[in-house]
């Protein structure tokens, strides 16, 4: 399925999706092998390529290991934090989604030797393997942050979204407070590499256009800070945000990281070119640094000459696959290539690693490319979205090229997103888009 077919899909509530991938599963026959497979973590990509590899392989030994019960729907945090969406909109059982023929181990990883070919865990099991695929996701490092910790999300001003379902409902408390009483909010991203660059923007687009909607514009000062000298990765994006805030009156702070917050008396710290600066506020939208889990840095699986205060997976940005450890895959947040920290990013990363994993175990040479492709419907304002999509040249890449303009706000991009890319994202959790 190409990507006008995947969010076709989308629009017609993933139905598309699974039909087309059950058609294509009624045509293949299972390999057989006896192929040890461990995959970490049960998120998006761990899940998708179980349920793909159990359709493939026949005999396969897979197991998954990961210690969460509940599977977030990441992309919905969003909607969350706005007040759009209710938090258990985001939640739903891990089990149900894994198939039967899978192994789930509910464990955390310790430590990997890619020299023996073993995965240890915290509760003191150790598992061999023949082939490894490294999916955990990523980590908030919200210690990072001076004088915050996630208790704090709520009150004082204080939202964080990325957290989970609960701080991000936590977050809409202190964001719904701030669009009625007014003053300075401040809505920052980390210095480093991120999953979904767009949400920071996101948030600041739909807290302004709440406060626009209850009449009080004229009563918030609207501030974005972030570390990097541009709003956006891509530059034609960045221009379009910039303009957008531009319009808007949303005020910008570049090259500015935030490093410390005193709570009690509402001031955040942040470092700049030629020192640090305090800025007051009365809202204060926070995300922290990511990095990968611990285990990928001190089993030497993670780059060494770049990324290295982040810890990403060393791996070939085109076949996602260790430059190691050839028998080692890397997928979604953890991987180290220039871009892909999304779901969608995920939804076409798994084909890749499923086509070289199983091309291997035959004995051949798989022959799938990722390009990069990363997807963020930018919402601009309640119903009203961009679906930008961009690859690792950051060449616009629009799966409906002459009827969704990626840079116009458009209903039918808010609709995709809002309503429509769950099922979707449901469907590929299946491995059926």
């Not at 000298?229 to 990281?257: C, H, Q, Y």
Request: proline fraction near 5%; charge should be negative.
């Amino acid at each position: 399925m190409d990507r006008r077919q995947f969010l076709s899909a989308a629009v017609m509530g993933g139905a598309a999706a699974t039909l087309v991938s059950e058609k294509a599963s009624a045509q293949a026959s299972p390999f057989q092998t006896n192929a040890r497979i461990v995959i970490i973590g049960a998120g998006a990509a761990g899940t998708s390529l179980a349920n793909r590899l159990t359709d493939r392989l026949d005999g396969a030994q897979i197991t998954l290991i990961d210690p969460r019960t509940d599977h977030l729907y990441q992309p919905g945090l969003s909607l969350v934090a706005a007040g759009l969406k209710p938090s258990g909109y985001v939640v739903s059982d891990t089990g149900e989604w894994l198939p039967r023929d899978v192994t789930w181990l509910r464990d955390r990883v310790a430590a990997v030797d890619p020299e023996a070919k073993t995965v240890s865990t915290e509760g003191g099991e150790t598992l061999g393997y023949d082939w490894l695929v490294v999916a955990p996701g990523l980590v908030l490092d919200h210690d990072a942050i001076e004088g915050f910790s996630l208790d704090m999300v709520g009150e004082n001003g204080i939202g964080a979204l990325y957290a989970g379902p609960e701080y991000a409902a936590r977050t809409w408390q202190a964001a719904s407070r701030f669009t009625q009483e007014g003053g300075t909010g401040l809505f920052t991203r980390p210095a480093t590499e991120m999953k979904c660059a767009g949400a920071p923007l996101k948030h600041t687009f739909l807290i302004d256009d709440i406060a626009r909607r209850a009449g009080n514009a004229s009563r918030v000062n609207m501030v974005y800070a972030a570390p990097q000298s541009s709003l956006f990765g891509v530059p034609i994006v960045a221009e379009k945000v910039r303009m957008l805030f531009e319009d808007r009156g949303v005020d910008t702070m570049m090259n500015r990281t935030l490093t410390s917050i005193d709570a009690t008396a509402k001031r955040a710290t942040f470092a700049t070119d030629t020192g640090s600066e305090e800025i007051e506020y009365d809202y204060l939208h926070v995300i922290p640094p990511q990095r990968a889990p611990d285990f990928v840095v001190q089993s030497g699986l993670a780059w060494a000459d770049k990324w290295t205060d982040q810890g990403w997976v060393e791996a070939d940005m085109k076949t996602l696959r260790h430059l190691r450890y050839p028998e080692i895959f890397a997928l979604g947040d953890v991987a180290g290539v220039p871009k892909g920290k999304t779901a969608a990013s995920v939804k076409w990363q798994v084909p890749v690693v499923e086509d070289h994993l199983v091309a291997a175990i035959q004995g051949g040479e798989g022959t799938e490319a990722y390009d990069g492709y990363t997807s963020c419907p930018m919402i601009t304002r309640i119903g009203r979205a961009m679906l930008v999509e961009f690859d690792y040249h950051d060449n616009l890449v629009p799966s409906f090229p002459g009827l969704i303009a990626p840079l116009e706000e458009l209903w039918i991009s808010w609709l995709m997103k809002e309503v429509a890319l769950k099922a979707t994202y449901n469907a590929m959790l299946r491995g059926r888009a």
